[in-house]
């Protein structure tokens, strides 16, 4: 049973070397920023490489994909990593999206006098809308800490029935909105009774807000959600959200607060979404309650259950492709849906874990490897327990 | 002054009641087996001792402090550690995962790393599979990451649930080794078995319960001798 001194050996290089990489990933201090400044960095070549025209057909959808990204990435945190179910995610994302677009969109009228974009690249018009997607994460964030009380009690198809009303509520208050006030004297001259209800724009929807978010933004934001999620995923906080997946009570025996972890991975994943609401709000100058509803929600879910549970690559992945491919069938419009329900169920018989399972892009290489390196070594297969 | 004190514990799901006062102690460096038919309240039993059934009445104190009501996660993180039945394995991670999570609770790096050996040396097989899917491993191998996990977490009281739970007799064997090892070296356990031949084999007292109270108690070899216990419970005629 016991192998000999050479392969022990081997194992205390493989644990230093998980340990290593382990400090690798954890970073001391300012090391573990590298890969956000990289993200940046990318981010700042793709903004200034890009033809000038911001609003080009293949911009925009470069910011839809990112702002996608960002909101399948953080929903996976909930629905791959916790083992929660949630389908109210575009409810998160619409209430960023709102409270960002409240602030620049009111905030510019009264410090310029119009909603008319402000400022060069950094300029004091981005900053206000940076700041202003941050007041929308954490405005998210709270709301995604009050949907995530009831999964302490709730599981499966009832948590995914609360999250779903979630979404549902959010839509409804939204349509009964009042009309926007549309220049800086309206404003200036308002009455309590023009701000109840909030005027953000009722049932059309909140437009006109200026299009601050550029590709920089977006691939900046997204940079920094993927290596929260990885980080996130590596970590002992992370571990113990799978560990809740995976079996609440051997969780709960090995000291994980199950409830705390379960509200972690709400709020975190709210704050995400309630910045890309405030991307995607600057992205196309428009929000509207429709994106808080059903059929967004379940985009992202679908997202997550094709890039596999849990897989941060898998998922950025699955995002990618269901952004685009809606757009590639855009020529065979009336086929469009066939083939998008098609690819999905035929994704759901040949591979229903997922694009890459649980694993990520880099893990599935390692696997081959390692696979080759040890079918000669005498380990057997091991016979599958119950 | 007992390790683990239990006094007058009842225990209901609903209006059925599964546990009627029940009290029993586990005394410093002991192994104490509980052992008793299906739905005798073993598990209900170990469960409500862990946090994850609050009693309807009675007293559960864990080196001198009251512990009933609280949550299970405050449980473990104070030393008492439950191995649930059916192992509780998080399949989906590795072994190595397996293991960590059982530190989960624990900052003391260079301590957890001498333990994580130690859990290792117990277990060989364990070591050969760091890096698997915990899923993918026999049932005696998953029995075997689950007790390690919990002795990364430093029990100062390991309950384990029906270890033996459909293994082959020789991973049994190798099991209650084990428990039998890990008790030499100072951690008190609390095991509760349907296999009551190996349990009171390994076990120094023993308690017997049945259909939710404690018939008998005693040391383990008297109990293994009696002639009520080897008619009920060892299969001898």
């Known amino acids: ?386 | 002054m007992s390790l683990l004190t239990v006094n007058n514990l009842s225990v209901s799901y609903g209006a059925i009641e599964a546990i009627r006062n029940c009290s029993l102690r586990v005394e410093q460096g002991e192994i104490v087996t509980l052992i008793g038919g299906n739905g005798a309240g073993k598990s209900t039993m170990l469960r409500t001792i862990s946090g994850l059934l609050t009693p309807k009445q009675g007293t559960i104190q864990f080196e001198r402090k009251e512990i009933q009501g609280q949550p299970p996660h405050r449980i473990a993180q104070s030393g008492l550690v439950h191995v649930p039945e059916g192992r509780g394995i998080f399949a989906n991670l590795t072994v190595e995962e397996n293991l960590q999570l059982g530190a989960y609770s624990r900052n003391d790096h260079a301590e957890i790393r001498k333990d994580r050996e130690r859990a290792l040396e117990l277990f060989p097989r364990v070591r050969e599979r760091l890096k698997q899917a915990a899923g993918t491993l026999s049932g005696g191998e998953q029995q075997m990451v689950a007790i390690a996990r919990a002795m990364l977490s430093r029990p100062r009281l390991l309950m384990l649930d029906e270890p033996s739970l459909g293994l082959a007799p020789q991973i049994v064997q190798t099991i209650f080794q084990v428990i039998r090892e890990i008790n030499n070296s100072g951690t008190t356990i609390l095991l509760v078995e349907q296999n009551a031949a190996m349990a009171l084999k390994v076990a120094h007292r023993a308690y017997v319960i049945e259909v939710g109270s404690i018939e008998m108690d005693g040391p383990a070899a008297e109990l293994a001798s009696s002639d009520e216990v080897r008619k009920a419970y060892l299969g001898a005629h």
């Open chain 1, 1 to 386: 049973m016991m192998r000999g001194t050479s392969s022990v050996g081997s194992d205390a290089a493989a644990v230093a070397k998980s340990e290593a990489a382990e400090v690798a990933v954890k970073g001391n201090g300012w090391t573990g920023l590298i890969p956000i400044a990289i993200g940046i960095l990318i981010a700042l070549v793709l903004h200034f490489s890009l033809p000038a025209p911001q609003r080009s057909y293949n911009t925009q959808i470069l910011q839809i994909i990112g702002i996608v990204i960002v909101l399948a990435v953080s929903l996976n945190i909930v629905n791959g990593m916790t083992g929660q179910f949630s389908i109210g995610h575009a409810g998160f994302m619409a209430v960023g999206g709102y409270t960002a677009a409240s602030i620049t969109y009111y905030g510019s009228m009264l410090l310029w006098g119009s909603t008319v974009k402000h400022g060069g690249f950094l300029g004091s018009g981005d900053w206000l809308f940076l700041g202003s997607c941050l007041a929308g994460g954490l405005v998210a964030a709270i709301a995604g800490y009050v949907v995530g009380l009831p999964s302490l009690r709730l599981r499966g198809d009832y948590l995914a029935i609360v999250t779903l009303g979630f979404g549902e509520i959010i839509r409804v208050v939204l349509q009964q909105t009042g009309p926007l006030i549309e220049d800086i004297e309206a404003l200036q001259s308002v009455g309590l009774k023009q701000l109840v209800p909030p005027p953000l724009g009722g049932s059309l929807g909140f437009s006109g807000i200026p299009k601050y978010t550029n590709l920089f933004w977006v691939y900046s934001i997204l940079a920094i959600t993927l290596v929260v999620a990885y980080r996130l995923k590596s970590s002992s906080a992370g571990r113990s959200m799978i560990s809740v997946r995976e079996d609440e009570i051997a969780a709960q025996a090995m000291g994980v607060n199950i409830a705390r972890q379960k509200v972690t991975a709400f709020v975190v994943a709210a704050f995400f979404a309630g910045v890309a609401g405030g991307l995607f709000a600057h992205s196309t100058g428009t929000v509207s309650p429709k994106d808080a509803g059903f059929q967004q929600s379940f985009d992202y879910v679908i997202m997550t259950v094709l890039g596999g549970r849990g897989s941060i690559s898998g998922v950025t992945l699955a995002a990618v492709f269901l952004t685009v491919l809606p757009e590639l069938l855009r020529d065979f419009e009336q086929y469009r849906l066939i083939v998008y329900a098609l690819l999905l169920i035929i994704m759901m018989l040949v591979r229903p874990q997922g694009l890459l399972g649980i694993h990520e892009v880099w893990e599935m290489f390692n696997r081959r490897r390692r696979k080759a390196e040890t079918s000669g070594s005498d380990v057997s297969p091991a016979e599958v327990g119950s």
